[in-house]
């Protein structure tokens, strides 16, 4: 029987005049057409095509036989040998050359391992007594060498000239000046070489009205007109801080790059506890910089209260009465500083950073007082010798049209200046204008000629960074490009026969040298001398500013407090003045704090950015969020205004930062001669008003959303002390190791085991107890965290370089991170008790909320992680093709050919070591970067394999160089040397924190480390049995 | 490799005839000498430095002695002296002399006190040989003769086997005729076979025997699919023709030329490296041809002779008048020994280290024409060797204490590569 009941989809259908739409969808469930015409565009031109279909398909049937055809042939490989193959050239094998970089901004003697004539990595030279450190920004040198946006020929307004042409030309124009009242001005870098010095002085010589003017990008010159009026001579102090107990920091971040950089590794030495002793650290500052980072205590204040606090420790020091108000924490903060200062006597240093040449001159006047063994003023660095108010003084003089002629070397003033407009309006009112430039830079590009300089690999040269201290600079490939050095220019100029070599040689011979070998010094690279060879060729400068100490004390104490914000400008870690803006492992490389890469940005407190409105949620649905669900870190943006000049940048908030205060870093902006993609950040170039890195700035909140690409988005460790176990100097001085690094226990049968032993083991263990069993350790005391092994990773092992997009898609490749923690107490051991003392849920969901959010000053920890190379390895396991595998000597290998992708092992890699190449990054369009083509692909390293596409890969522990080292051994027949193992990030630390050797031999030092009482493994509770191990951190909070 | 050899001693005989036929026209001046005796003396002392025929660092010698006695006008008194000390002669102010150093740039003869007249004579004698007419290539037909004899004898006994079986089939058919017509005659009924089903409809039809069939079908095809997949990129003997025809038989093999005189960095590097063009011409400088008998009916003189012409093309050396031109082109040599880029290889740990002979992967070298790849260069080849090589542990400080630790732990005398760690993936990817 048929049931009469009607069945209805929608209300619609019951209503008797239902519309027709609903009429419709019962017909056809897809009202709209597909839009066939418009994918395949316009119907007539399709037909107009003389391909049809069929055409068509046999084109993808032949292209698809031919590929497949073309496939099973393999191609012909040609090989070329030389013809006259050069003496000391062997393919296959790596020569050294020692020399040295001097790009105006970093200074260092160096070992430069080429292959088959290409340099392909910066070594440190271990000879080199005096080196300035060899940081991330030296290792990453090697690439710019192989820039594709190199000048490579010598050019006028824009156009190809031949060098005799160019000579010919500007010789004529400076003979035409030459004894006019026009002046002739060399702009130059500090050059800190003694024969280029030699040289210009005779250039002045024979062009009398010759004014030379060196020119710092970011410049020291208040402490160096300090340091002039006080000792004589140009220059700066030289600290050793290995020999500084005691040190306090008024805004001086000797870590980074304050007056040169390269004090980290004397300053590591010292922060080992040895004997139950360390240094003690004391760091005022507004920015959180590496130097804060590292410090034992950190005090955040505004640049103005600085001055305050130099003259407050000078009152207490010296035992005078200083007015001026602090707030009473900074107060006990100058008092506590101050005691210890007095405590440790000559053990103590004192350093500033003020941009002010009375408050340097203090502090000189302070070292000479503590008489302390650190300050080292017979020895003055040379490498930060330009004159701000001679810079200054000309671009106002080349727009009072007074300059005839400007030649300038190293230096881009038309980036750097702040008031560049003015620069270039002046450049264009003399009659010749010359740059030495390896780029088309700013000032290039506006500029009447162009003189195509040498990459340093491919000058001759010489420094002399500190007096006495000598280096030799000698080219490691022939050049490039139709390139030519200024020096040899400037020798064609002043008539003097014979290349720069030559003259390098014979003034070393004369001046330097005397009696010692050429031949020698140019093998060592370096050259140690008691006396100087320098001739002071810069113009005088100005000492009125310069008052007695007391007017000087007066003056800072009186500073009032600032109403505005307080901008202080720092140079960042990877980019430093932004010479190398064109080099990608650098602008990829995360910066130390902020963790985040291809950016500057405004840092703001948290405090300030709630006030402002910069503030960012972690997870409010409905606003915008503080990261995007792929891991992305968003931030708003800023309108800065200082003197007049608004910037709109990105804000980031950055822990530590002092209340009022905020940060910008140099070298991001940059526009002429470098890719777009490195065409990144913002200039803050601009704010840099009279030179002076604090500036007072009006901030507001603007529109808009910043991408940026930051690699770590969890800043605390929320109380988890076993990933950094950190403890005092008290305690591990007076407690046993057993209380401050304690091994971790585990429930086997419901009593408590040590993780160690093997009833609680899944695996048998093997036996490794012949040949060679490679450990690496890493002594979080020591680690400044500069990221000098990042990029050294990078050259050794051909990481690729991915981008902005993919790391903010966490798919960097960096197979060495520098992790870096915050505290979310104000120290990490206040975090451990808080989470000891959650009890209950609710308890732990709103503590743990708010552990996740790091402190106003917090403590900072770095934590360099690789692969962990687990005895017991959980990725070697899961891996269904046994792409991954574990060595005898300890390492865990990765057969990239084997592997096909399925990232099970990443999965389950407790440590987060392993990266997966997302594309092809090498020959590809889409990643022009440095291997994507011939002129950038000449650093590959060729012991090392490029990775393909769709496979993993991660650190080897540089199994390349273990295997070499081992076969010069068997070569040699001889047993391996203890210490001989390096690995590319060993090597490369300056301060000794990593090191890395065979436990088997016991003679090396490893083999001390590993069992050292502060030795520990990461996540020792998973039982992965790593051979990395972390030296305990220990902070010297009890005051001295 | 066997032709090579084929056609070498009858070229060799023709050379030695050669040789004797040029005796009887020795020329009058050197009648008192034995040039057999002054040509190894010539090669052992003069060669260096001399030519017969062609100008070297020295003057070419062919008939010296009459063309000095003719044009000068000096005798072999003269020569004498000159050859025991030429400097003193031209500090003497010997005309001539002077003359001579002045001509090769200041580069005195190496002086030979120890040459007794009756060496001289015969040095002499020797160059006074008229020069040899260039060989014809008469050779080899007796031998292709016994090729196809042998040929023709194969294909009688293959013809006979033929015209037998074809003779047994007729045999065959004849028997069963007959054997047919006698039983028609005795009136036999011969069953006729019963129509059955036939065997391939059957075969389809049972379907045990199609799933084994299919599944025999599937892995055999598996079978090739794997063979073949699995020598996609294996270039075993590769043999590609090079821009220069160079001979490793001649170089390694007839002239016994060690493989790391040229390939020196094979002791010290990763890459056993193709010589530059100079380690060449360490001995091509005076090697401007190559001997009568080192031609061949495959290769004729002629051809090496051009070969080596393109030698000195590519690196720039004016033969004629012994010096560089500075005009070079760098030979494009096809690679034939190409590992794939993630393999790691080094020639110095098995050729320095291990001591290997480099014949153990490369091959005969010595006896090949035109190199050619041995070996498959295959992941598995590498394998098996390291299995079954023993580590060269003798005279090592490096492994003294690994291997007495380690071959006590295996309980064996000699550790393999493979006990080492020589399997291990890390230890070639990387």
Redo the contacts between chains.
């Keep these: 029987m048929s049931s009469n009941k009607k069945y209805w989809k929608s209300v619609e259908e019951l209503n008797p005049n239902h519309n027709s739409a609903v009429e419709m969808l019962k017909q056809k469930e897809f009202t709209q057409e597909i839009p066939v015409d418009d994918f395949l565009g316009d119907k007539e031109t399709l037909e107009d095509s003389s391909t049809t279909r069929r055409d068509f398909l046999k084109y993808v049937g032949f292209s698809t036989a031919a590929a497949s055809l073309a496939a099973c042939e393999g191609p012909v490989i040609k090989s070329i040998p030389y013809v006259v193959q050069p003496e000391q050239i062997i393919p296959g094998v790596a020569n050294h050359y020692a020399t040295a970089i001097a790009n105006g901004y970093d200074f260092a003697s160096v070992l430069i391992k080429t292959r088959e004539g290409r340099p392909i990595k910066v070594e440190s030279n271990s000879l080199a007594k005096a080196s300035c450190g060899i940081n991330a920004r030296v290792q990453a040198s090697v690439l710019d060498l192989y820039d594709n946006q190199r000048v490579v020929v010598p050019q006028k307004y824009g156009q190809a000239i031949s060098w005799s042409e160019l000579t010919a030309e500007v010789s004529q124009k400076l003979e035409a000046l030459k004894g006019t009242d026009k002046s002739i001005v060399l702009l130059t870098q500090t050059f800190a070489s003694p024969s280029t010095y030699k040289l210009i002085s005779e250039f002045k010589q024979k062009y009398t009205n010759v004014s030379h003017i060196v020119y710092d990008a970011i410049s020291e010159s208040e402490a160096a007109d300090a340091f002039q009026n006080k000792y004589g001579k140009r220059g700066l102090v030289n600290y050793d801080f290995s020999k500084a107990q005691t040190i306090v920091s008024i805004g001086a971040d000797f870590l980074g790059d304050w007056q040169g950089g390269g004090f980290d590794a004397a300053y590591a030495k010292g922060r080992v506890p040895k004997n139950g002793k360390m240094s003690r650290h004391t760091q005022f500052e507004a920015n959180m910089s590496l130097s804060g980072a590292n410090a034992d205590t950190r005090v955040a204040l505004k640049p103005s209260q600085q001055k305050v606090v130099l003259a407050k420790l000078y009152g207490k020091l010296f035992g005078t009465s200083v007015g001026g108000d602090l707030p009473t924490n900074l107060q006990t903060a100058v008092d506590r500083a101050a005691s210890e200062l007095l405590k440790a006597g000559s053990n103590a240093v004192v350093l500033t950073g003020i941009q002010d040449v009375n408050a340097q001159n203090i502090v000189l006047a302070i070292n000479e007082k503590l008489n302390s063994k650190a300050f080292d003023t017979a020895h003055p660095t040379q490498t930060r010798l330009g004159n701000d108010k001679a810079v200054a003084k000309l671009v106002s003089d080349m727009n009072a049209g007074t300059v005839g002629a400007v030649i300038m070397a190293g230096v881009n003033p038309a980036y750097t200046l702040p008031n560049a407009t003015a620069f270039v309006e002046g450049l264009k009112q003399t009659e010749l204008s010359v740059t030495f430039s390896m780029k088309n830079d700013e000032t290039a590009s506006v500029s009447q000629y162009v003189a195509a300089a040498p990459h340093y690999l491919e000058s001759w040269g010489d420094i002399e960074t500190k007096k006495g201290y000598y280096g030799l600079m000698q080219p490691t490939i022939r050049p490039l490009f139709d390139t030519k050095q200024f020096q040899d220019v400037l020798l064609e100029l002043v008539g003097i026969s014979g290349s720069y070599h030559d003259f390098v040689k014979s003034y070393w011979k004369s001046a330097i040298l005397k009696d010692a070998s050429w031949n020698d010094a140019l093998h060592d690279g370096v050259y140690t001398s008691t006396s100087s060879a320098t001739v002071d060729t810069a113009d005088a400068f100005d000492s009125s500013e310069i008052t007695t100490l007391s007017v000087a004390v007066k003056m800072l104490a009186s500073t009032p407090l600032a109403n505005d914000f307080e901008l202080t400008l720092y140079p960042k870690t990877g980019m430093g003045d932004g010479q190398q803006a064109n080099n990608p492992w650098l602008q990829e490389f995360p910066d130390p704090l902020t963790r985040t890469t291809w950016d500057n940005y405004l840092t703001v407190s948290e405090f300030d950015a709630k006030e402002l409105g910069f503030y960012l949620d972690t997870s409010t649905f409905f606003s915008q969020n503080r990261h995007d669900a792929n891991g992305g870190l968003n931030g708003k943006y800023a309108n800065v205004t200082v003197n007049g000049v608004t910037v709109k940048v990105p804000v980031i908030i950055q822990p530590g930062q002092a209340r009022g205060t905020m940060g910008m870093s140099f070298g991001y902006g940059r526009s002429e001669g470098l890719k777009a993609e490195m065409q990144t950040g913002v200039n803050a170039y601009p704010f840099y008003t009279n030179f002076n890195t604090v500036q007072n700035a009006k901030v507001e909140l603007t529109d808009g959303k910043h991408e940026f690409a930051c690699v770590q988005l969890h800043n605390t460790l929320m109380g988890r002390g076993d990933i950094i176990k950190e403890t005092s100097l008290e305690i591990f001085n007076t407690e046993s190791a057993a209380d401050w690094n304690p091994m971790t226990m585990v429930s086997l049968n419901h009593e408590e085991t040590p993780v160690d032993s093997p009833d609680v083991d899944l695996w048998d263990e093997f036996d490794r107890s012949i040949g060679h069993h490679f450990n690496l350790s890493i002594d979080l005391n020591s680690c400044t965290g500069c990221g000098a092994c990042v990029i050294a990773c990078h050259a050794e092992n051909n990481v690729p370089v991915v981008g902005k997009q993919e790391i903010r898609r966490s798919r960097d490749m960096h197979w060495l991170r520098i992790d870096r923690y915050y505290s979310s107490d104000e120290t990490f051991e206040g975090d451990n008790t808080t989470k000891e003392n959650i009890e209950g849920l609710g308890s732990s969901l709103s503590t743990f909320g708010e552990m996740e959010t790091p402190s106003e000053n917090p403590q900072v920890a770095f934590q360099p992680i690789m692969c962990q190379h687990c005895n017991h390895a959980p990725c070697e396991t899961v891996c269904p093709v046994a792409a991954s595998s574990h060595g005898r000597q300890g390492q865990n290998h990765m057969a990239y050919n084997r592997c096909v992708g399925t990232r099970y092992c990443a999965n389950n890699c407790p440590y987060k070591v392993r990266r997966f190449n997302w594309f092809l990054y090498n020959e590809n369009d889409e990643f022009d970067y440095h291997m994507n083509n011939d002129l950038g692909r000449m650093v590959i390293n060729p012991d090392v394999t490029v990775r393909s596409r769709g496979v993993m890969e991660k650190c080897s522990m540089c199994i390349q160089m273990t295997q070499k080292t081992i076969l010069d051994a068997k070569r040699d027949g001889r047993e391996v040397n203890p210490d001989e193992f390096k690995t590319a990030c060993s090597s490369a630390c300056d301060s000794g924190a990593i090191s890395f050797g065979d436990i088997n031999n016991k003679k090396s030092a490893i083999t001390k480390l590993k069992d050292d009482e502060r030795a520990y493994h990461l996540l020792d509770h998973v039982g992965t049995k790593p051979n990395v191990v972390y030296q305990v951190k220990v902070r010297n909070t009890n005051e001295a | 490799m066997k032709q090579g050899f084929k056609f070498y001693a009858p070229s060799k005989l023709l050379s030695t005839g050669l040789f004797f036929l040029t005796i009887i026209f020795t020329s009058l001046f050197a009648q008192d000498g034995d040039p057999v005796k002054g040509k190894s003396l010539f090669n052992a002392n003069c060669a260096a430095c001399h030519q017969l025929d062609k100008k070297m660092t020295g003057p070419a010698l062919r008939n010296v002695e009459a063309r000095l006695s003719e044009t000068e006008g000096l005798d072999r008194a003269w020569l004498n002296s000159w050859i025991r000390n030429s400097s003193a002669m031209i500090k003497s102010g010997d005309a001539y002399a002077n003359k001579i150093y002045a001509e090769y740039n200041g580069s005195a003869m190496t002086a030979f006190p120890q040459f007794s007249d009756e060496d001289i004579n015969n040095i002499l004698a020797y160059t006074a040989k008229e020069k040899a007419a260039p060989a014809v290539a008469v050779v080899g037909t007796s031998q292709a003769t016994v090729e196809s004899s042998s040929g023709v004898s194969q294909e009688i006994v293959l013809g006979a086997l033929a015209i037998l079986f074809g003779l047994l089939a007729l045999g065959l058919f004849l028997v069963n005729k007959t054997l047919r017509r006698f039983a028609s005659a005795n009136n036999v009924e011969i069953a006729e076979a019963i129509k059955r089903k036939s065997l391939w409809k059957a075969f389809v039809q049972n379907q045990f025997l199609m799933l084994v069939a299919a599944i025999f079908f599937l892995l055999s095809s598996a079978y090739f699919v794997y063979g073949y997949l699995s020598q996609?990129?294996v270039?075993q003997g590769y043999q590609?023709i090079q821009p220069i025809h160079y001979s490793h038989k001649i170089h390694a093999g007839d002239n016994g030329i060690d493989c790391k005189y040229c390939h020196s960095?094979a002791r010290?590097?990763?890459?056993s490296?193709?010589?530059?063009?100079?380690?060449c011409m360490n001995c091509h400088k005076s090697i401007y041809e190559v001997s009568e008998s080192t031609g061949n009916d495959e290769y004729s003189k002629e051809f090496y002779d051009g070969e080596i012409k393109k030698l000195y093309d590519?690196?720039?050396w004016d033969d004629a008048n012994q010096k560089y031109t500075g005009k070079?082109k760098?030979?494009?040599?096809?690679?034939i020994h190409?590992l794939?880029?993630?393999?790691?290889f080094?020639?110095?740990?098995h050729v320095?280290?291990a001591g290997l002979e480099c014949q153990t992967c490369h091959g005969p070298v010595e006896e090949m024409e035109v190199m050619y790849q041995f070996s498959p260069l295959t992941m598995g080849w590498c394998i098996n060797c390291h299995r079954e090589t023993n580590v060269k542990v003798q005279?090592?400080?490096?492994?003294?204490?690994?291997h007495k630790?380690?071959s006590k732990?295996y309980g064996v005398e000699q550790l393999t590569a493979a006990q080492m760690?020589g399997l291990?993936?890390?230890?070639c990817?990387?």
């Design positions: 996609v990129g270039d590609p960095s010290v590097s990763k890459h490296g193709i010589p530059a063009l100079n380690v590519a690196v720039g070079t760098p030979v494009k040599w096809v690679r190409n794939p880029d993630f393999a790691y080094n020639h110095s740990q320095t280290v005279d090592n400080g490096y492994y003294e204490k690994i630790a380690l732990k760690g291990e993936c890390g230890k990817h990387y």
